[in-house]
């Protein structure tokens, strides 16, 4: 995953807005102006608060919404336009989504089995009964559970393998890109840590890459190769992980690495976490732009805040 | 901190079981649990959802499930009345209406996990946090608004007088949870039960409130119960720590035996689970398989199957708890003398040697935070 930058990357999103009209003339601006890139086979972490727009950014991208304004560009084809028949079909076999509650994504009426294949039989990918049925106890397999479990309904199942049959639905496609969207936010730490580590033996496997959302700064340190750091709609400072948590620079990024709770309850009593008001800061977003730390690590900000903030003391982790 | 002398029992639970009546059977959710609450301490219950931690708290405030039933054990609650009369109940078996009465909202609080259900949707914050006041005390309606704005005002909440007037879908979720712990303090109860309050909101707010509930405890004496799934989560709050595994209560201790002097297959598990910021590992330690169903009756150690170093005994009997220390107990045939000698994972034990390290390094640093914590343990 070195080198990434001699590499073409496999999802290109510029400058992408995503306003939605609340009505009376009022309209949230969830998006405003991301940009970043993933290469192939990478995880790329996004991180922010709720309404963020942490979970807007990968909606559009899998055209759940349409997106206001910019550019997504994947594998060379621009998908945030109108899509032609081809494209369409391309969006929606090679880019796959994971959702945050395992229990609403899937059908209660449905058998795990004809969950799992359902993105085969709207392709028409499987050439006969028996190949689906291979192909779905074959996924089973993969994600730890045992083909049996075909037969059953999902809430025959913990909220942890239910996840498992989000993930083998997801990854039945063989797509190029996942998008996690929270997808261990609900569920309990010893059992994230199995689906983590799933997530992780399924990309050395498959080579896939994936968008990984979520809030949790230390589980998102464990799988992403690079992370980018939402705060109201804007992409306030982005890095390989290694630069985020060495070096975070952003107020925000510092707040939210001070927030993660630490196991050690002789320094953790004392201990408080730096705050972080966007309004009593006094500060715009739009005002900034982005500046290279180093590497790949960039700021949004403006030439006085990059100074102030630099100069500032380091974060005591 | 840690002293045994001049420490008042508020709540004790003795052999608590409770089990459920279900469609598909009867499911024993409790399984003889005790725990001590102490005056002005908190104490955290920490397991994986299903381990039994909310009915506990929902069986303290005599609000379980209609086919809830409790089958042996006792929950006794020692208060004061404004007498000044001390006064020794057991809140099982006391009526619904005089629990409702006396104990409910007034003298135990509870914090509940998603504010937004919690809170009335039609009725502004300022008449919630009131309504308390004026049910159990017949508190004037002024002097009711204004031990409200001074609630308000203590959990953090600004420009109290117009917030007041707002409605819980005008706030955000952070702010809800704040209404919440108002409107659960404004009877000054004694014991205070906070039902994961901070599962469904984000990190930095989650800092917030356990800064927060810390600071309330230390500014008003109240306990607190702290239930959570997350031991990351309770270092910051809690001064003694129960795990609790289907159940059934497997280790319990200060905060610093657990986090430092884990002995329970389980407890190294929940500990090695959690993902830390200093750790390079390629992966994260994992409790393989799933806890077990309550349904069936349970033999032996009920953590057997998922534990690695389990041994034949725990197939046929479950261990009782095992004294490590006055305050440090561990259920788990591992610590009996007979037992072959098995230490902790060695990554956890590096991890644990790490984070003590770096102790070390703050307390040139923070000379003042020694003074308070350390006395009892050499460094």
Redesign the interface.
Known sequence: MKNNQEKTPLLEVSHLKQYFHAGHGYTVRAVDGVSFRIFPGETYGLVG??GSGKSTIGRSIIRLYDPTEGKIIFRGTDISGRLDRNTNNMLRTEIQMIFQDPMASLNPRKRVEDIIAQGLDIHHLSKSKADRNRRVAEMLERVGLAPEHAERYPHQF????RQRVGIARALIMQPKLIIADECISAL???????V??LM?DLQEETGCAYLFIA?????I??ISDRIGVLHLGHLVETGTTAEI?QNPIHPYTR??L????????????????E??DYRAAGMDYNAGKEQLIDGTHTVLATDEELQRWISAPSL?? | MYTTKNREKVLSINDLSISFDTSSGVVRAIRGVDLTLYKGETLAIVGESGSGKSVTAKAIMGILDKNGCINSGSIEFVYKRKSGDEIKTNLIGMPKKEMRRHINGKRIAMIFQDPMTSLDPTMTIGDQIMEGMQWHYNTPAKEARKRACDLLRLVGIEDVEKRIKNYPHQLSGGMRQRVVIASALACDPEVLICDEPTTALDVTIQAKILELIQDIQKRTGISVIYITHDLGVVAKVADYVSVMYAGKIVEKGTAEEIYFDPRHPYTWGLLSAMPDLDTSDDRLYTIPGSPPNLLRKVTGDAFAPRNRYALKIDDRLEPPMFKISDTHYAATWLLDERAPKVEMPDELRSRIARIQASRQFEKKEELSDEKQSGEDTPA
């Open positions: 608060e709720s913990s909220g942890g393998q309990d730490v010893s059992i994230q840590a199995q983590v580590n992780k809030h949790d700064l230390s589980m340190k464990y948590f707040s939210l001070s927030a993660i709770p630490h196991p050690n309850p002789r320094t953790e009593r004392t201990r408080v976490a705050a972080y005591s982790l």
